[in-house]
């Protein structure tokens, strides 16, 4: 798996990311030390790896939002 950067901040007593998918330390050090110049903020960098991609959900209805259709057959 591909190794990423992402820029954190802390609003409210929960982690927030600016932002995500950096593909080096030095652009993500570049990215914290602007947002710390235009915000007042105190931001940091993670490193983490890309998961795979989850498996889909396939609906019996191709319009199903959250799978009710699924559950509740109105064609009766």
């Known amino acids: 798996m591909k190794k990423y950067f992402r820029v954190c901040y802390e609003h409210q007593r929960v982690t927030e990311v600016q932002q995500d998918r950096i593909d080096t330390h ?32 396939v609906y019996a209805y191709p319009n199903s939002v959250d799978g009710w259709e699924d559950i509740y057959n109105y064609d009766d």
Do not use: S, T
Request: hydrophobic share 30%.
């Open 26 to 57: 030095k652009e993500a050090m570049e990215v914290v030390k602007e947002c710390e110049n235009l915000f007042d903020m105190g931001y940091w960098v993670e490193e983490y790896e890309e998961q795979p991609p989850k498996e889909e959900r």
